[in-house]
């Protein structure tokens, strides 16, 4: 290691599933029971600037400007995966920053650990291949695996014990069908049950995980070719029917995991009426009360004005499908 600081910035966007994951095969290398399947976002964004210098003798992490100790220790052990890569023990300094609500079911872990990936895999010099990155980001959160990549992107849950199967890759580019994303955001508090230790109590305790796990495998295979033949109406019936099968997942878990709120729940009776009027939405939600309609792209006004009227609902972006996780500077 030289004495220079080696250090980069990259950034990168929440995805949203929609053949969605919800339990682990593995959880100390953050193996998924099953595949999903998520669009890459382009209206919000993770900065991260990675920064290792001999001169540090501890990491030094900050998120939005504030250090928090768990989250330190989870980011402390992610850089060890990739400094035992390079050989070397050099700390580093993380500043990340989001341009939306963290830990609210806007998926800030997945661009937070995809970003972080990207950023420390170019620090180092290390040079890995997108797949890589994708089972690396995996050890910090599932869902960030698919952020490594932009578009439609299906991440395969594998079936080797060292995860080395267990990887996104791209189906589609964000560009070959630009469908657009509104977001309801029903609440900015930080929800009270992380997905992780979700996943673990519905894994132990929901009478329906194993039904959930076993109906996946089909609504993936379906979802993907809806992707490939630009299905919307097809897209739209699995992607509704995953995310209510996960919710039901985590409503029977003991104790119940409720992440809606009235609101969430007004929203998606919203987007059924606006559907029966012949628009082109449909919804997702995920471990968090907003609302996500994914719509085809001329209908994106109409159905972002319609959620706008929802009572409780305090915010609405609309999205695009972007890229994946990109070193800043870079063509
Ligand atoms: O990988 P995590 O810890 O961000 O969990 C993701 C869980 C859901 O967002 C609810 C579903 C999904 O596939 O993104």
Same mark, same amino acid.
């Given at each position: 290691m030289t004495s220079?600081? *080696?250090?980069?910035?990259?950034?990168?966007?929440? #995805?949203?599933?929609? !053949?969605?994951?919800?339990?682990?095969?593995?959880?100390?290398l953050n193996l998924p029971a099953a595949g999903s399947l998520s669009i890459t976002l382009d209206a919000l964004h993770t900065r991260t600037r990675v920064r290792f210098d001999d001169a540090l003798t501890a990491d030094y992490i900050t998120l939005d400007g504030e250090s928090d100790e768990a989250q330190s220790r989870k980011i402390g052990a992610f850089l060890d995966l990739f400094r035992a890569r390079a050989g070397i023990t050099t700390r580093a300094h993380v500043e990340s920053g989001n341009d939306f609500p963290t830990g609210a079911g806007l998926a800030s872990s997945a661009?937070?650990?995809?970003?972080?990936?990207?950023?420390?895999?170019?620090?180092?010099? *290390?040079h890995l291949q997108s797949r890589e990155l994708s089972m690396l980001a995996r050890r910090g959160s599932g869902s960030a695996a698919r952020s490594i990549f932009g578009g439609? !992107?299906?991440?395969?849950? @594998?079936?080797?014990? $060292?995860?080395?199967?267990?990887?996104?890759?791209?189906?589609?580019?964000a560009s070959a069908w630009p469908l657009k994303v509104v977001v309801a955001i029903t609440?900015?508090?930080?929800?009270? !049950?992380?997905?992780?230790?979700?996943?673990?109590?519905?894994?132990?305790?929901?009478?329906?995980?194993? $039904?959930?796990?076993?109906?996946?495998?089909? $609504? *993936?295979?379906?979802?993907?070719?809806?992707?490939?033949?630009?299905d919307f109406g097809k897209l739209a019936e699995i992607s509704e029917a995953s995310c209510l099968a996960m919710h039901a997942v985590m409503?029977?878990?003991?104790?119940?995991?409720?992440?809606? #709120? @009235?609101?969430? !729940?007004d929203c998606i009776q919203c987007i059924r009426a606006l559907r029966l009027r012949g628009i082109g939405v449909f919804y997702t939600v995920d471990?968090?009360?907003?609302?996500?309609?994914?719509? *085809?792209?001329?209908?994106?006004?109409?159905?972002?004005?319609?959620?706008?009227?929802?009572?409780?609902?305090? #915010?609405?972006?609309?999205? @695009?499908?972007g890229e994946g996780a990109r070193i800043e500077g870079d063509a």
């Open positions: 220079r600081p *080696l250090q980069a910035t990259a950034q990168a966007q929440p #995805n949203i599933a929609l !053949v969605k994951y919800w339990g682990k095969r593995d959880a100390a661009s937070g650990f995809a970003a972080l990936a990207a950023a420390t895999d170019r620090a180092l010099g *290390l439609f !992107v299906e991440m395969a849950a @594998g079936t080797r014990d $060292d995860g080395k199967d267990a990887f996104a890759t791209p189906l589609l580019d609440s900015r508090k930080r929800k009270a !049950v992380d997905s992780r230790a979700g996943m673990e109590t519905s894994q132990r305790t929901s009478p329906y995980y194993r $039904d959930w796990v076993a109906t996946v495998p089909h $609504d *993936l295979a379906a979802a993907r070719g809806a992707v490939q033949a630009r409503l029977a878990t003991r104790p119940a995991l409720i992440y809606w #709120n @009235g609101a969430t !729940v471990a968090g009360p907003q609302v996500k309609a994914v719509c *085809l792209p001329d209908d994106a006004a109409d159905v972002a004005e319609a959620l706008r009227d929802v009572a409780g609902v305090e #915010n609405v972006l609309v999205s @695009g499908l």
